[in-house]
């Protein structure tokens, strides 16, 4: 499908980790940020039948996101 419906431009993401982990290994956790520019872009695209109107869907990335991981290990 090398369409213009089905074209995107180029693009970069950037992601950020902070990981810390204790000693002995047990305790660990970390900080994170997911797409830092905030980009949009997809993921996926579809195209529909000309019997239903030929339009183009898909689905997007997720955009900017930010957490924090925590775990113990037994």
Do not use: C, M
Request: overall charge positive; charged content about 15%; cysteine-free.
């Amino acid at each position: 499908f090398n369409t213009d419906a089905f074209a995107q431009n180029g693009y970069a993401l950037f992601n950020a980790f902070l990981n810390y982990e204790n000693d002995d290994g047990r305790l660990f956790g970390g900080l994170f940020v997911k797409n830092i520019g905030n980009k949009h872009y997809w993921i996926a695209k579809h195209g529909a039948p000309v019997s239903v109107g030929a339009f183009v869907y898909g689905q997007s990335a997720a955009p900017r996101t930010a957490g924090i991981r925590v775990g113990y290990r037994l």
